[in-house]
């Protein structure tokens, strides 16, 4: 079992920048990937950007640029920055993290107004 917690979220006007922070804690030595997905009205869940144990991170097209996933294995965090942001970026943003099954967080609001 793993249990994340999110913290970050809020409401920003466009242009400005926000960051995300998860924590994870219980079975973390299992997780391989953790990442972050959002969720818009009315829209599926889609993935943002994720990182790999080993580094490898990977980036939705629409934030390519923009946006920068950072980990710290030691501590079990995961963090994303969101720069230039946009008001199609609001969304609720879920952390998760993967170890065969996966774990979620409880979701952060993210607004960008314009």
């Known amino acids: 079992q793993v249990q994340l917690v999110e913290s970050g979220g809020g409401l920003v006007q466009a242009g400005e920048s926000l960051r995300l922070s998860c924590a994870a804690s219980?079975?973390?030595?299992?997780?391989?990937?953790m990442g972050w997905y959002r969720q818009a009205p009315g829209k599926q869940r889609e993935l943002v950007s994720s990182m790999t144990r080993g580094g490898f991170k990977y980036y939705a097209d629409s934030v390519k640029g923009r946006f920068t996933i950072s980990r710290d294995n030691a501590k079990n965090t995961v963090s994303l920055q969101m720069n230039s942001l946009k008001p199609e970026d609001t969304a609720v943003y879920y952390c998760?993290?993967?170890?065969?099954?996966?774990?979620w967080g409880q979701g952060t609001q993210v607004t960008v107004s314009s």
């Open positions: 998760y993290a993967y170890l065969g099954p996966t774990y």
């Open positions: 219980g079975s973390t030595f299992s997780i391989n990937t």
